[in-house]
């Protein structure tokens, strides 16, 4: 049973019938349309550049975390990097659109196909049997292979920078893990130091309550003192198992390691840093921008393949069917007759010519969405990477002037314990210096990790990670189809 189609079929005996409506479609239109042109709007330059001393180093964008100096960071996210089951996802991924990648063309090639049919007489007297071959091979006019190209590309394009973004998010995230970790067991032990001195100094109060030299007040106000410093260790302690049990899963196992609860590591520490990267290297490493970038470009395929399903699909064609008579009432065989034609095929929308004209100044406006969304994904990125940078500076600033704080400190916990031993000072005396000693410390330590997370935060924003692999530029080159 045929069905009616929209589109009309025509296979012609010979070539020269056809030869002037193939010079006037050719001549219509063959080509592709130009891409856009994306203009990002970027920057000339950071306003908010980190200011370093005169020979800073530069950390580079595929491997900033090296900044820190922490041999096992550095170890860390290289295992994240083998084992981490959202990069292995995305790695799949690639490897499914380059598979297809491969097969482009395929569309445009020579198909054959062979089929067999039973077609019944309407007197019921015979029955054919019918079997044969169809060959067909359509050529890609009007942009059409061009236009498949790019939505192939652009497919490629998306599965390499989801890669790139999961290598970027992967390494961004054990990096803040590590560093919070490390910055809530430092926290720990000062909270601890906290806790002990309070528990001192209320016992020094109680003597001297007992002793009628303190009010029951001044008492009572050590001991909400002494609760609140373990109400305080609880937050620490808190951070380390939730950090612990992230880095697990980054890795890629169901437990942390044990010498990642080892209280004795130190906080991850930055130095002086000198961005140097121009505003430009965003059109190079940020996934984000990449993505958008990739989706115009399959946007414009699929605007170019639209635009030639308007005009008539050209090719070449031809069958040979084989029909063989049965006799239905006396069961025995016919000879077989043998069919064979060739020619020209012209398959022309009629009925729903109109529908595919939309249809394609829909997905011209698609294609006008995502040049919109590419410069929304740069002037994000601009933005993130400006605010990064801002909060990276004055955090050192805040570094410093916590830095000073804590020698200030030193030095009164210094004197009172000097002044202690010459019998010129209480214990109690001594007890608030240290405590004020510990707090100043926890304030430094709060901001270098504070420092530390924005340096994280901007290296995500301007897409530092390790890349992924660029074979697929190398194998395929399907960046001179733009």
């Known amino acids: ?28 239109g063959c080509r592709a349309a130009p891409l856009p042109e ?41 295992r994240a990097l083998a084992n981490n089951l959202d990069v292995a996802a995305a790695s799949e991924r690639l490897l499914a659109a380059r598979t297809l990648y491969k097969h482009t063309d395929d569309k445009y090639l020579p198909s054959l196909r062979a ?87 209320l016992q020094l109060l109680q003597v001297r309550g007992k002793l009628q030299l303190a009010p029951p007040t001044e008492v009572a106000n050590a001991e909400a003192e002494l609760a609140r410093a373990e109400m305080a260790l609880t937050e620490p302690q808190r951070a380390i198992n939730a950090n612990a049990q992230q880095l697990a899963v980054l890795l890629g196992q169901p437990e942390p390691d044990p010498a990642w609860l080892d209280q004795g590591g130190s906080q991850p520490q930055l130095g002086d840093l000198q961005i140097t990267s121009a505003p430009a290297d965003l059109l190079r490493s940020r996934p984000e921008i990449a993505l958008a970038e990739a989706d115009v470009l399959r946007a414009a395929g699929e605007a170019g393949i639209a635009r030639a399903d308007v005009y008539p699909h050209i090719g070449l064609g031809s069958s040979l069917d084989w029909s063989l008579t049965i006799l239905s009432h006396h069961n025995v065989f016919r000879s077989g007759e043998g069919i064979f034609s060739a020619g020209p095929v012209v398959d022309m929308p009629l009925f729903d010519w109109g529908l595919r004209v939309a249809q394609a100044h829909a997905k011209n406006h698609a294609l006008q969405a995502a040049v919109y969304a590419y410069r929304q994904a740069v002037l994000q990125g601009v933005a993130e990477s400006e605010t990064a940078m801002g909060d990276l500076q004055q955090l050192h600033l805040r570094e410093v002037a916590a830095e000073q704080a804590v020698h200030a400190v030193d030095s009164n916990a210094a004197a009172q314990a000097k002044r202690a031993q010459l ?37 995500k924003a301007l897409g530092g990670a390790p890349l992924p692999s660029t074979s697929v530029a190398a194998d395929y080159q399907h960046q001179g189809d733009r």
Request: charged content about 15%; some cysteine.
């Open 115 to 201: 089929d067999t049919n039973q077609v019944i007489e309407p007197n019921a007297s015979a029955s054919y049997f019918i079997a044969g071959f169809d060959a067909l091979w359509e050529l890609p006019f009007f942009g059409a292979l061009k236009s498949t190209h790019r939505v192939a590309s652009g497919s490629l394009d998306t599965a390499q920078a989801q890669l790139h973004g999961a290598h970027v998010t992967l390494v961004a995230e054990v990096v803040r893990c590590w560093v919070e970790l490390r910055t809530a067991q430092q926290q720990a032990q000062l909270l601890g130091a906290v806790r002990d001195a309070d528990q001192a100094r």
């Open 1 to 28: 049973m045929h069905h009616a189609s929209p589109r009309k079929s025509f296979r012609l005996g010979g070539l020269p019938r056809l030869l002037p409506a193939l010079v006037l479609t050719v001549l219509a």
């Open 38 to 78: 994306l203009k990002p709007p970027l920057p000339q330059a950071w306003r908010n550049t980190t200011a370093a001393p005169a020979g800073a180093p530069a950390p580079d964008l595929q491997g900033w975390w090296l900044a820190f100096n922490d041999p096992y960071l550095n170890s860390l996210v290289q």
């Open 423 to 459: 019998g010129l000072s209480s214990g109690l005396d001594q007890q608030d210096a240290l405590i004020a000693q510990q707090h100043a410390q926890l304030e430094l330590l709060a901001t270098r990790a504070q420092r530390d997370l924005a340096y994280v935060s901007l290296y």
